[in-house]
């Protein structure tokens, strides 16, 4: 399935694909923010979804499609693809070594080897990391599962918004977050062919698609500087071809920014409302909607469907304690 | 139904006249953690019920059975009960006053307020709340609803209960938080007769209900030092009624005592591995198996309830931002 045209095929067959290993993560809601709001906010929780982010689909669908005889696969990441990637793995007996940064936050490092993988740690840069990743590749016949700019992925990913029309009774639109663009990408293929409308939400400190896909051209990532741990990597090529071509067409996909105040804001009101942990970059689609508004977006009075993307953060103080 | 012997019959009919009011909360479960724990624990999410609390329930019981004419309740409350009174009230379109110290969580006040209710600010001792809420009863007219010592808070409460004994296929038993012992009393009501044990599970530092049932003597409480805020109240007279009539029964109610430091690895956990946002009282249940083991609770391979009583702290940091 790595060539061809991509098209809404690819998330089918990779929901059938899926059937019994992910979860079918619920849906939530809130009566008094879509009062607040304006607008009937569909919560798609993929915070709840095994390693507590949606990469546990795409990573899945990966392996059920590896070649015959591989008995390792490797990536680099800081994050949740590299916790997924064990985890699902650990699942097929397969060994994962995942190569991290040294200044990788405990917890994720722990998160994969909890999974069953073998961190192998390397300097920040991203020429680090690909050279650690090239030497694990050759020492080890690793085969690499790239965190996003991958069509066994971006199909795996897109699995959330196929749940997403099947739960809802009606929807509008469907807000989705874009670091990478996994889960942009996936989703775009998802609703093509639907009167669902895609809306992709970019931190403003990490602007690089919603600039990318305004000139028509795929600019680098920013450093890395938002809050949204999960939005920091660059749009990946495939995922810019994917999104670039329903961009702008009417009723089809458009895109917007956040500040990182209004991404802090809507992580709150998930914490308090829904009583959900959501990790920032999980938060962004809310945010879009609360800074932006939803008249301003088309949305007044629509069903909107929100992708929570991730529930993995550092551990929060618990109130009243004195672990802070 | 103020009168006569409590009964199951209580939480039976009570289940009936909230249907369609409190929700039903669905059950979590996390492979992991059974796997940690050594036996099948399911989570009946009450964090998620109306207001982040099961309060919702017995103080929308309690006004379903208001006497014809009152259109003001009142109550004393730094916490749940309050915000859960006012929001049950607003449904009805009844007017409702709660007390608070001025002491109280500005998040809580603001909880009570958002629905709808009144604050009128007292001391902060007992006595403070009781003329003050006096006070309101004498000026106001107002119908007086109990945080826990009433049979219609009781009934209300133990309807989570009885979901949870229709929501699993086998059950061994369950464990609930106690503080005020609304909730205790109501599932120790809602499991007479059926094969499933109750293990009520308290904080050391306020472990009133502990040496009340031991020594068959109901004591004061002690003074708040837990961390679970909930469960600082006393034992209440009919709760203790109730309780110690099947406390140290073969197969009836055991009760136990946890560690602070428990208490805050419990909401960790809960935290981390199920992504909800759990309060402490509401951990205190997980607590009590993770601090003294399933085996020595006679828990080992069995399927346990646990009541994850509410999910409301005080605004967490964002982990990342800067509003520490």
């Not at 009774?169 to 889960?183: A, C, D, F, K």
């Not at 795929?218 to 329903?246: C, H, K, M, V, W």
């Amino acid at each position: 399935m790595r060539s061809g045209t991509p098209r809404r095929q690819w998330v089918v067959d990779a929901a059938e694909r899926l059937a019994g290993c992910a979860q079918r993560t619920p849906v939530f809601t809130s009566a008094s923010i879509n009062s607040e709001l304006g607008c009937e906010v569909l919560f798609k929780c993929e915070n709840l979804q095994t390693t507590g982010s949606f990469k546990f689909r795409g990573a899945s669908h990966a392996l059920a499609l590896l070649p015959k005889g591989v008995d390792c696969v490797a990536t680099h990441s800081s994050g949740n693809h590299g916790a997924a990637l064990a985890r699902a793995a650990h699942a097929r007996s397969i060994r994962a070594v995942v190569v991290m940064p040294e200044s990788a936050v405990a917890s994720k490092v722990a998160a994969v080897r909890a999974y069953g993988g073998e961190v192998v740690f390397c300097g920040a840069l991203m020429a680090d990391r690909e050279s650690a990743l090239s030497e694990v590749v050759a020492s080890r016949g690793a085969h690499v599962v790239p965190p996003y700019d991958d069509a066994r992925i971006i199909a795996g990913q897109g699995t959330a918004a196929l749940e997403l029309l099947d739960q809802a009774e009606t929807l509008h639109s469907v807000i989705v977050p874009v670091g990478g663009g996994g889960l942009a990408a996936g989703t775009a293929l998802a609703l093509e062919g639907s009167s669902v409308a895609l809306i992709v939400a970019e931190p403003s400190l990490a602007d690089d698609a919603a600039r990318s896909l305004r000139d028509g051209v795929l600019y680098p990532p920013l450093p890395p500087a938002t809050i949204a741990d999960g939005l920091r990597a660059g749009l990946g090529e495939l995922n810019f071809q994917i999104l670039n071509r329903s961009y702008g067409d009417a009723g089809g996909l458009s895109i917007g920014c956040v500040s990182e105040a209004a991404i802090v804001s809507a992580t709150q009101l998930i914490w308090q409302r829904l009583k959900l942990v959501v990790e920032p970059s999980g938060a962004v689609p809310l945010a879009l909607i609360m800074e932006h508004g939803a008249a301003a977006l088309g949305l007044e009075g629509k069903t909107v469907g929100l992708m929570v993307s991730g529930g993995n953060v550092d551990f929060p103080r618990i109130p009243g304690s004195a672990n802070a």
